[in-house]
């Protein structure tokens, strides 16, 4: 009986041991990680990249999606500061990776929004433009923070962004949020017990760079990133279930990128798509060559 419970004892502490390095390499990010501090109190973990680009072209901004890190665009990021020559940024919103919330009030998505206006307005000097890349839930959060950028903003790219009126829309949607709100607190509560020693690595972990892989898998395995997840999906749902009307003009440039298998399981999230489109067309009483044509959507 000692002997089991001595057992018992070791692989805890063994497993705990392993769940603190985990988060202490999570929290030091790959080495060329900085950090700034939003007005409500939260720091960012962020890395900027192609610093010897040309000044006219705008800096891009990723935001990824609910319970994702920024190392799911380092392969799109690497090809783009390659062949355009422009500078990228990429950063963790609060909870995710080394980035820590400090806020205090009930969380609203308009406290990510107004991260990412933060970092945009430290980290981007004020006379380079600026083009936000949102994929998922980082779409809506670009949109949502265009507004506040003004006349810094160039354009906004969606990448398979989420829509406001989704979960009213759309029954699928609709129906697989109802089933996901458990799985987070799943996670949360055997990763806090020590049994992140046990999982396995994803199959999507292969669509990350080679170098990444440890680092993206030590996020998975931390429970911080299922809490920061779960409060995040609590404000969504709440918001979008309570959205009414219709997607407000935004005048900027815009690309909206569909996954060609999210519409084809979802019809109804492509006329969504379409829409945030449609709400960049021009607005401007004369057009011109300054003036923006809404792009359409486009399916890949």
């Known amino acids: 009986m000692l002997a089991n419970a001595l057992l018992m004892a070791g692989a805890i502490a063994g ?5 603190l390095h985990r988060r202490l390499r999570v929290a030091a990010g790959s080495g060329s990680s900085r ?9 960012l973990q962020y890395e900027s990249v192609g610093g010897e680009a040309e000044e006219e072209r705008p800096v891009l901004v990723f935001a990824a999606g609910m319970a994702s890190t920024p190392e799911h665009f380092t392969w799109l990021v690497e090809k783009i500061v390659a062949e355009v020559c422009c500078e990228a940024v990429t950063y963790a919103r609060a909870g995710y990776a080394g980035s820590r919330r400090g806020a205090t009030a009930p969380f609203q998505l308009s406290e990510s929004v107004d991260d990412l206006v933060d ?7 004020r006379h380079r433009k600026v083009l936000l890349v949102g994929h998922s839930l980082g779409g809506e959060l670009a949109r949502r923070a265009a507004v506040q950028l003004g006349d810094q903003l160039h354009g906004v790219v969606y990448l398979d962004p989420s829509h406001p009126d989704q979960l009213n829309r759309s029954a699928q949607q609709s129906a697989t949020a109802r089933n996901f709100g458990a799985s987070p607190s799943l996670m949360i509560w055997s990763l806090r017990c ?3 020693v046990l999982l396995s690595r994803p ?3 292969q669509d990350v760079p080679p170098r990444c892989r440890r680092r993206v898998f030590d996020q998975y395995a931390d429970s911080r990133l299922w809490e920061a997840g779960r409060r995040e999906w609590r404000a969504v749902e709440a918001d979008f279930r309570n959205f009414t009307g219709t997607v407000g003009p935004t005048p900027v440039h815009a690309l909206v990128i569909s996954a060609q298998q999210t519409v084809d399981r979802d019809p109804e999230q492509l006329l969504m798509h379409h829409e945030l489109a449609e709400a960049h067309r021009a607005r401007t009483a004369t057009p011109g060559p300054s003036s923006w044509r809404g792009r359409p959507t486009t399916r890949c």
């Not at 950090?35 to 720091?43: A, L, P």
């Not at 970092?119 to 000097?125: C, D, E, G, I, K």
């Open 119 to 125: 970092l945009v307005r430290s980290v981007v000097p």
């Open 194 to 196: 020590g049994l992140g």
């Open 15 to 19: 497993a705990a041991a392993v769940g």
């Open 35 to 43: 950090h700034v501090t939003t007005r409500h109190g939260n720091r």
């Open 203 to 205: 199959q999507w972990l």
